[in-house]
């Protein structure tokens, strides 16, 4: 059993910054993409960050240049830098991942953590 747990959402202003943390556990051997994903009120889910593990990244064009996605494999943790944020970033935003366990590759989805942004 894999599990990927979020943290790190929050309420902040416009123009500030926050760090999302997703941490996995479980009988893990390693990883290939890790990712994040948000999912606005009323809109469809959207990738917005993605690190494979050969440690090409890729960005939505919505935040080129203000986020940063990066991973610690000793902690089996991806994370999202987010700076200058915007209140059309207002989302609750998923982390995900390709895992490696001894019976499979699988991808997982963490519950989700609110990231709301006032204007």
């Known amino acids: 059993q894999v599990q990927l747990v979020e943290s790190g959402g929050g309420l902040v202003q416009a123009g500030g910054s926050l760090r999302l943390s997703c941490a996995a556990s479980?009988?893990?051997?390693?990883?290939?993409?890790m990712g994040w994903s948000r999912q606005a009120p009323g809109k469809q889910r959207e990738l917005v960050a993605q690190?494979?593990?050969?440690?090409?990244?890729n960005y939505a064009d919505s935040v080129k240049g203000r986020f940063t996605i990066s991973r610690d494999n000793a902690k089996d943790t991806v994370y999202l830098q987010m700076d200058s944020l915007k209140p059309e970033d207002t989302a609750v935003y998923y982390c995900n991942a390709d895992v490696l366990t001894p019976w499979d590759m699988r991808h997982y989805w963490g519950q989700g953590t609110q990231v709301t942004v006032s204007s």
């Open positions: 479980g009988s893990i051997f390693g990883f290939n993409a």
């Open positions: 690190l494979t593990s050969g440690g090409i990244t």
